[in-house]
């Protein structure tokens, strides 16, 4: 089983910035695509970035293009999303995600993934 954990929200003010941290572990674990995905009170699950794991590919939402960035970090199995510039509409709980190999480029579908992280709150609010 692949275990998936996310740190790093918290509280900030508007124009402000944080860094999002996931691991991934388990023996099994081989992801095409490894993502960010976040969801406020009364909204559905939206898609924030993506990783390409093979060519380390970047994708982003409209709504967070050119102010968050996604990374790999310094493990294999590690990514960050440093967020910058943040705003009020940024609030929601983000969740870490991965998915296995396959043919689709679904990237930004949330049903697509296999494993996901528990979550972690940022709140954007002065």
């Known amino acids: 089983q692949v275990e998936v954990a996310e740190s790093g929200g918290g509280l900030v003010q508007p124009g402000g910035s944080l860094r999002l941290s996931c691991s991934f572990s388990?023996?099994?674990?081989?992801?095409?695509?490894m993502a960010w995905f976040r969801q406020a009170p009364g909204q559905e699950r939206e898609f924030v970035s993506a990783?390409?794991?093979?060519?380390?590919?970047?994708y982003y939402s409209e709504a967070v293009k050119g102010r968050f960035t996604i990374a790999r970090g310094g493990a294999e199995s590690t990514m960050f999303l440093q967020m910058t510039s943040l705003k009020p509409e940024d609030t929601a709980v983000y969740y870490c995600?991965?998915?296995?190999?396959?043919?689709?480029?679904?990237?930004?579908?949330?049903?697509?993934?296999?494993?996901w992280g528990q979550g972690t709150q940022v709140t954007v609010s002065s």
């Open positions: 990783l390409h794991t093979l060519d380390d590919g970047t």
């Open positions: 388990g023996r099994t674990f081989s992801a095409q695509y």
């Open positions: 995600a991965g998915r296995r190999w396959g043919f689709a480029n679904t990237y930004y579908s949330a049903r697509t993934y296999d494993w």
